[in-house]
């Protein structure tokens, strides 16, 4: 025993860690007797009651447009809820009259909410009308387990503007795998606003905590609602959006296909975006929302897909104001030059046609009267300039200036789903023909806007909105506050500058003045207003070609820029001119004078060949 | 002769073999009521934890009895050799681990996440049992004390280092063996138990109240013993020392400590925190607990836990799930289990003639102290919230594996009857 001796001088210390150990092991049960037996406040009211947590469901934002007209709200519905852990024995035949499900039904909803959880609850018949929700709710304590949560749906005040607003739906699996915020049965923007606001209009929902004694009765709050958390509403969306432009815009479109969009250019603020043919965005509410997106979804004429920002098209002469700009930039025109035009271009077989005009034109001529021969020239001087090695450089050149007016890239704005839009490289022209094999011929379509362009309704916008502007544009988006009007969104608000030089824009505005004065717009001319715009008429394969036209207005300190595009009309100058000209008057006075002027773009039917005004 | 396979319990301490046992099934058993909601899964589900927690069980003992059956030199001579494996294992999941919730002390195999640092602990135990018992001579010289800190530092630093708080602190259970051994004295050992309780302290009432205390005790004490010089001197230098922990306590918590840490010990003094943010956990096993009432809701009738109102049910708030349906009688039933259980080995390890078996046999009993004490201090309000397994009863297979591994070293060193 010698060698523990030393620490067996220690011997007593073990009482001392025993000591502790049972000090500390009876602190604990001190502590658990004041804490389960002791304290009550801890238990609930009688052994076998549970809580019911019952989640608050926030009210969604409202929308509203630019002057604070109300456009979107909420109405409050109900869904029956279940436990499935708390349904006892019932009367299942009763339960079926009650709500008015059949027995197979109730099977199979019973069995879905068991598969989800034995202790939540979850929605077992959604969306039940306020009618027959008061009947329900006064029969229910019959039925332990089921209880009534209260919800709201959205309510469009207008039938107008669903591609803006998109629509709300039950949030899918993926979104609720990959967000803890979502439920099952939550509600989700699913595209619009909708879906880019999402954050800010689903609020934050609240969980109220009831205590409910074994046959479902709701006894009263747990613990004096001290566990209770309340919903925080959504935050409001104030919107760019002029709701009775937007009403015109939509009217003025019925029967055609096609689109308009209307921004203020100082601010990048849109007006007002149609694309139609349109729906009601009520019918992608509630109940008949998955029946109506069906029969809306296999329309064929696509009343879902946007137009303004997922249809290309070529943009046909109405670009050729940027084609103008940048020959002037790069030097090889000047505003008096000439040209005399006999009614086509031809250069090694080549030949593109023109129509009848006052000749000779000079620049402003060339686009007051849509030269196609003088496009054509301008084209192909400033791709065959001298001071640019080869081709490859020289379209390069020529493909940045278009691309700075916002042409082939999303805006990325806060309109989801849109597309960019085409300007081929110089790569694609390579792939096909090889470094050597083109030149400014081959691509002589682009001069005069077809070809390897696709530019959609909301770029065209945005275009007239960058020479409204003198070269400059900022992003065009659709919601200018959030929560409080005040608080302005300054996420697009930066300039951006085109290629183009400033002072080469009056030059162009003037000459785009012109065209509605007296050039291949002026049937489309407004009394007091100075409306600069540009016809464009594009070919179409498939049928009529489609009528495009551009403008903005006052021609000094623009207030609204806008593209309108018709599929399949005709003549820029006929349909989307006039279309355009209507809505700048309604946007800038407020009402529209010339009714028969009006009339004939209401009557118009483009969608029905056999009601096609030309054919009449 | 009796066949191989008995010889294997031969002489092992049937009681803690026992309760053992026991620990392991109720904590199957309430893993699985903590996961259950009503639709009956079958027990032996691998999908589900309680499945995996008797895989984890089975596998357990399956290490116990082959500890049980091969010769105990191999822990007793290979102690350092052990050490330092799981000292590389250590660092190398510091480099090449898996963060989960985060903690960076992970290794992820296949399906599983294993968790080095609970091997680390039996691994330090081993290797202080084997240091201390080889020091010769009748006194305990510093460079020994400071050679018996370093071995404990060194992991502590490493898991400290993952940042893994909880069981960082676990290897402060070595005081109790160092204290046994004569390492740590008893005013070193009064001094934490005090810094602690002024800690706490510091964080309820304001701080120049209690250096007022400190200072007017002192008087009082010193008038008391007033012939006593070099007392009195004695004790004006602690009053000193004392005040200006409290004083540092107070700085230190509202400078240093990190935000998160910080409300994890306000929770405990405020009441008046909101119970849906940072006093979330807490609350709600305090719930739990509480409304499980004298006699509890019942076997797998709880309804707090398993309405998932309890976060980590089944790892570290698994007592929850025990005062809620087995009540006050259940749960004050598990603590004097424990109880017998830590003291049980207390008295085995007096009894080792070996001195590197006494001081294991400590080393267990500490460590599976701080682990019951800060895990059920934790559920039930009395310590910050940290997240650390309770011994044997918490899901997770590392955590299971590496206490069996801890405890069957010591029932086989015990059951040899080592001589040195």
């Given at each position: 025993?010698?060698?523990?001796?030393?620490?067996?001088?220690?011997?007593?210390?073990?009482?001392?860690?025993?000591?502790?150990?049972?000090?500390?092991?009876?602190?604990?049960?001190?502590?658990?007797?004041?804490?389960?037996?002791?304290?009550?406040?801890?238990?609930?009211?009688?052994?076998?009651?549970?809580?019911?947590?019952?989640?608050?469901?926030?009210?969604?934002?409202?929308?509203?447009?630019?002057?604070?007209?109300?456009?979107?709200?909420?109405?409050?519905?109900?869904?029956?809820?279940?436990i499935p852990g708390q349904v006892g024995e019932i009367d299942t035949v009763s339960f079926c009259n009650l709500t008015g499900i059949t027995i197979e039904s109730f099977e199979r909803r019973m069995q879905n909410a068991k598969q989800f959880s034995y202790h939540r609850g979850s929605i077992f018949i959604g969306q039940i009308e306020k009618d027959s929700y008061a009947y329900i709710q006064e029969h229910l304590h019959k039925f332990p387990g089921f209880y009534v949560q209260s919800r709201t749906l959205r309510n469009y005040v207008y039938p107008v503007a669903a591609h803006i607003f998109g629509y709300v739906g039950e949030a899918s699996q993926r979104i609720i795998d990959n967000n803890p915020y979502y439920q099952p049965g939550d509600y989700v923007g699913i595209s619009g606003i909708e879906k880019y606001y999402e954050e800010f209009l689903r609020g934050e929902k609240g969980v109220k905590i009831k205590v409910v004694d074994a046959l479902g009765r709701e006894i009263g709050p747990y613990q004096d609602e001290r566990y209770d958390t309340i919903a925080i509403a959504g935050e409001d969306l104030y919107t760019t959006l002029d709701i009775d432009l937007q009403i015109y815009g939509e009217k003025l479109m019925q029967n055609k296909i096609g689109s308009i969009v209307a921004i203020e250019p100082s601010s990048g603020e849109i007006l007002s975006m149609v694309s139609t043919p349109n729906y009601d965005p009520n019918l992608l509410v509630g109940r008949v929302r998955t029946q109506n997106f069906l029969s809306l979804y296999s329309d064929t004429l696509k009343p879902i897909f946007n137009r303004a920002l997922m249809a290309e098209y070529p943009p046909g002469s109405v670009f050729k104001v940027i084609s103008t700009l940048i020959g002037l930039q790069e030097g090889v025109v000047q505003p008096n030059t000439r040209l005399y035009c006999?009614?086509?271009?031809?250069?090694?077989?080549?030949?593109?046609?023109?129509?009848?005009?006052?000749?000779?034109?000079?620049?402003?001529?060339?686009?007051?009267?849509?030269?196609?021969?003088?496009?054509?020239?301008?084209?192909?001087?400033?791709?065959?300039?001298?001071?640019?090695?080869?081709?490859?450089?020289?379209?390069?050149?020529?493909?940045?200036?278009?691309?700075?007016?916002?042409?082939?890239?999303?805006?990325?704005?806060?309109?989801?789903?849109?597309?960019?839009?085409?300007?081929?490289?110089?790569?694609?022209?390579?792939?096909?023909?090889?470094?050597?094999?083109?030149?400014?011929?081959?691509?002589?379509?682009?001069?005069?806007?077809?070809?390897?362009?696709?530019?959609?309704?909301?770029?065209?916008?945005?275009?007239?909105?960058?020479?409204?502007?003198?070269?400059?544009?900022?992003?065009?988006?659709?919601?200018?506050?959030?929560?409080?009007?005040?608080?302005?969104?300054?996420?697009?608000?930066?300039?951006?500058?085109?290629?183009?030089?400033?002072?080469?824009?009056d030059f162009i505005a003037e000459s785009m003045f012109q065209v509605v004065d007296e050039g291949t717009g002026r049937f489309s001319r407004i009394e007091d207003i100075e409306m600069a715009g540009k016809t464009g008429t594009v070919q179409n394969p498939h049928g009529e070609n489609h009528s495009v036209f551009i403008a903005f207005a006052p021609k000094d300190d623009p207030e609204i820029a806008i593209s309108v595009v018709i599929e399949n009309s005709g003549y820029g100058a006929t349909w989307a001119a006039p279309v355009a000209s209507l809505m700048i008057e309604k946007y800038l006075t407020r009402q529209v004078e010339r009714k028969w002027f009006e009339q004939r773009i209401l009557d118009a039917n483009f969608i029905n060949p056999e009601k096609h005004p030309d054919k009449q | 002769m009796r066949p191989q396979q008995f010889n294997i319990l031969k002489d092992v301490d049937k009681p803690l073999l026992i309760i053992y046992l026991i620990l392991v099934f109720i904590g199957v058993a309430n893993v699985y009521a903590a996961e259950i909601d009503g639709s009956h899964k079958a027990?032996?589900?691998?999908?589900?934890?309680?499945?995996?927690?008797?895989?984890?069980?089975?596998?357990?003992?399956?290490?116990?009895?082959?500890?049980?059956?091969?010769?105990?030199?191999?822990?007793?001579?290979?102690?350092?050799?052990?050490?330092?494996?799981?000292?590389?294992?250590?660092?190398?999941?510091?480099?090449?681990?898996?963060?989960?919730?985060?903690?960076?002390?992970?290794?992820?195999?296949?399906?599983?996440?294993?968790?080095?640092?609970?091997?680390?602990?039996?691994?330090?135990?081993?290797?202080?049992?084997?240091?201390?018992?080889?020091?010769?001579?009748?006194?305990?010289?510093?460079?020994?004390?400071?050679?018996?800190?370093?071995l404990i530092a060194i992991p502590t630093a490493l898991v400290l280092m993952q940042n893994d708080t909880g069981t960082t602190l676990v290897f402060g259970a070595f005081v109790f063996v160092l204290y046994r051994e004569g390492y740590v004295s008893g005013i070193i050992l009064a001094f934490i138990a005090m810094a602690i309780f002024l800690f706490v302290l510091t964080l309820l009432i304001n701080e120049i109240y209690i250096i007022a205390g400190i200072v007017s005790l002192t008087i009082i004490i010193s008038i008391i013993i007033r012939k006593k010089k070099t007392e009195i001197l004695q004790l004006i230098g602690v009053c000193i020392l004392l005040s200006a922990y409290v004083y540092s306590v107070d700085y230190c918590f509202e400078n240093i400590l990190q935000h998160h840490q910080k409300e994890r010990i306000t929770v405990l003094i405020d009441d008046e925190i909101d119970m849906r943010g940072p006093g979330y956990n807490l609350n709600q096993s305090k719930i739990a607990i509480g409304s499980g009432g004298l006699w509890g809701k019942g076997y797998l009738e709880g309804t707090q836990t398993k309405f998932d109102f309890v976060p980590e049910q089944g790892t570290d708030f698994i007592f929850c799930t025990i005062g809620e349906e087995w009540g006050f009688a259940g749960s004050t039933t598990l603590i004097l289990i424990y109880m017998i259980f830590l003291i049980r080995i207390v008295l085995l390890a007096e009894k080792q003639r070996s001195i590197f078996s006494r001081i294991y046999g400590y080393s267990v009993a500490s460590i599976l102290f701080f682990h019951f004490a800060i895990n059920i201090g934790m559920t039930i309000g009395l310590v910050p919230v940290i997240g650390i397994p309770l011994p044997f009863l918490s899901y997770g297979g590392s955590s299971m594996v590496g206490f069996t591994i801890l405890l069957f070293i010591f029932l086989k060193l015990d059951a040899k009857k080592l001589e040195r």
């Open positions: 025993m010698l060698i523990n001796q030393q620490t067996n001088s220690y011997l007593n210390r073990k009482f001392v860690i025993i000591t502790i150990f049972v000090v500390i092991g009876l602190v604990f049960i001190v502590r658990l007797f004041s804490l389960q037996v002791l304290d009550t406040s801890y238990k609930l009211s009688a052994s076998r009651n549970i809580l019911r947590h019952i989640t608050d469901y926030p009210a969604r934002g409202l929308i509203y447009d630019r002057n604070g007209e109300l456009l979107v709200h909420n109405e409050p519905f109900y869904d029956l809820m279940v006999p009614g086509y271009y031809q250069s090694r077989g080549i030949t593109v046609r023109c129509r009848e005009h006052k000749n000779p034109v000079d620049l402003t001529g060339s686009i007051k009267y849509s030269c196609n021969t003088y496009a054509a020239n301008l084209f192909r001087n400033v791709i065959d300039q001298d001071k640019y090695k080869n081709i490859q450089e020289s379209f390069t050149t020529w493909r940045d200036h278009v691309t700075s007016f916002g042409l082939g890239n999303v805006f990325n704005n806060d309109l989801p789903y849109e597309l960019s839009g085409i300007v081929a490289n110089s790569d694609y022209y390579d792939n096909i023909y090889g470094s050597n094999g083109w030149s400014s011929l081959t691509i002589l379509s682009l001069g005069i806007g077809q070809g390897e362009l696709g530019t959609t309704p909301m770029q065209l916008a945005n275009v007239a909105a960058t020479i409204g502007n003198r070269g400059f544009y900022k992003t065009p988006h659709i919601v200018r506050a959030i929560d409080d009007p005040e608080n302005k969104n300054s996420k697009f608000n930066n300039k951006k500058y085109s290629t183009i030089d400033e002072e080469h824009f | 027990i032996l589900d691998f999908s589900h934890n309680h499945g995996k927690q008797i895989l984890f069980a089975a596998i357990s003992l399956l290490i116990a009895s082959i500890i049980l059956s091969v010769d105990i030199k191999i822990f007793t001579s290979f102690s350092y050799a052990i050490y330092w494996f799981f000292i590389l294992v250590l660092i190398s999941v510091l480099i090449f681990g898996t963060e989960i919730k985060a903690t960076k002390a992970w290794f992820q195999i296949g399906g599983f996440a294993i968790q080095p640092s609970e091997f680390a602990k039996f691994a330090t135990a081993m290797v202080i049992a084997k240091y201390i018992s080889s020091v010769k001579g009748t006194t305990i010289k510093f460079k020994n004390r400071l050679k018996a800190f370093i």
